[in-house]
C-alpha cells in the first residue's frame, strides 16, 4: 500500500482557484478508478474531480464551502497496490482518525467523556426529591435558597423563558434541582407564592411571536453570483436609462408568426425579436458591444455578438450565451435561447456555454415590474433589461386607444459609456421594436 495524493487540477482559463461544493466520499470509503470524489465550482460551471487511483481514502483537503488554491492537496488516498490489498483493512480506524485533515481536531477529544461518566451515576439520588417535590419545597424552604447575590441562576432556556414570560426574576426563586438548578415546578411554586408578574394575556402574547432563526452558509453558486455582483457594482459606475416602448406592432407580428409556422418552427417569444433589434442596434453603437479590462485600461470591441441570456436556475443566476446571434435568424435565436436555458436550469450547461458574452439581456417575464435597475455582466459595458407588457390608454392621432407598453430598463458602465451614447443605443431599439420591419433589414 501506498498514500497518494490527488490535488485541485489546473482547469485552465486562468482559473487560480475553486470552491468545494461537495463531497462524494468519506474518509474510510473504498473508492475504484475514476470514481467521482468531489465537485468544485469555477467562475463558470461545477465540475466534478476524478479519482486516478482506487483505494481507500486516508484524508479530505477541506470542507464544503472551502476555497482551494490550484495544486492544493484535495483528497488523500490509500492506493491498492497488489492482491493483497485488502489485507489493510482491518486497522482502518487508527490511520482515519490520524490522518484526516478534517477529522483530526475530532479524535483528540475522544477521551473527553471519561471524566462525564463519574457524574452519570449520580444524578440517581435527584429522583427522590423530585418524587415527591410538593413536601420537600413547602416544609422545608431553607432548603431552596436563591442563588447568591452576584451569581447567574441556573436553569434551562424553556425556563428562562417561561420565567421572562411571567415576569419572575430567576434570581429570587429558590432552586431544587440538582446543583442548584431552578426547575418549572420551582416556578410553579413562586408564582403561587408572590404571584406571576404579567398579565395571561400579554403572555399569550409573546407565544405567538416567533424567536426561530436560521443561519444559512453562503456557498458554492450562491456565493459565486454575491461576490461576482459585488465586484461588479464596487468596479463598474453604473448608470440606468428607462425608455418606454410600444410593442402593440411587434407582438402582432410574433403571434401571427407563431400561428403560420405553428408545429413546424419553434415558438416565437419576444426574446429572438429583441436580440435582432440588439443585433442591429450594436453595428451603429460598437462601443456598446464591448469588454472593458479596467486593471489593463482597455476596452475590446466585437463584430460578434454574442448574447447573454440571464436566467434563473435552482441554484441561482446563470447566464449561457447565444454566440454569433448576428448569423441566426429568429427561429435558430429562440431554439438556442430555449436549448441554453434548459441547459442552465438542469445543470447541465458547461464552461464554454456560460462563458463569453458580449452584451447580456435580463427579463423576468410577467414578473418584471415597471423599472429595473440591472447590474451588469461584468466585464461587459452594458446589460438591456426588459419589463413586463401592459395595455395602457395611449393618444394616437388625437384619439384615446389602447396600446401594448413595454419598458426596456437598461444599465451601462459610465467609465466608457457616455450618457448620449447610451440614450441613442436605446432609442435604437425602440424604432426597430415599434416598427418591427426594420428588423429585416440589413
Known sequence: MSAHTIKVPDLGEGIAEVELV?????????????????????????IEIPSAVAGRVLALGGEVGQVLAVGAELIRIERADGPGAAAPAAPAAAPVATATLAA?????????????????????????PVAAPAPVRAPAPAAQRPAPSGERPIASPSVRRRAWELGIDLAGVAASGPAGRI?????????????????????????????????????????????????????????????????????????ALNAKWQGERVRLTLLPLLMRAIVLAVREFPQINALFDDDAGTLTRHGAVHIGIATQSEHGLLVPVVRHAESLDLWAAAAEVARLAEAARNGSATRDELAGSTITITSLGALGGIVSTPVINRPEVAIVGVNRMIERPTMRGGAVVPRLLMNLSSSFDHRVVDGIDAARFVQALRTRLETPGLLFLE
Request: net charge negative; proline share 9%; aromatic share 2%.
Open 104 to 128: 483530526a481536531p475530532v479524535a483528540a477529544p475522544v477521551p473527553a467523556p471519561a471524566p462525564v461518566a463519574a457524574p452519570v451515576a449520580t444524578p440517581a439520588p435527584v429522583a427522590a
Open 183 to 255: 426547575m418549572q415546578a420551582d416556578l410553579d411554586a413562586h408564582a403561587a407564592a408572590h404571584g406571576a408578574g404579567r398579565a395571561p394575556a400579554a403572555a399569550a402574547g409573546r407565544d405567538m411571536a416567533r424567536t426561530d432563526e436560521e443561519v444559512i452558509p453562503v456557498i458554492g453558486l450562491r456565493r459565486r453570483i454575491a461576490m461576482r455582483m459585488q465586484e461588479a457594482k464596487r468596479r463598474i459606475p453604473h448608470f440606468s436609462y428607462v425608455e418606454e416602448v410600444d410593442v402593440t406592432e411587434v407582438e402582432a407580428l410574433r403571434v
Open 22 to 46: 461537495a463531497w462524494h466520499v468519506k474518509v474510510g470509503d473504498e473508492v475504484h478508478e475514476d470514481q467521482a470524489l468531489a465537485d468544485v465550482l469555477t467562475d463558470k460551471a461545477t
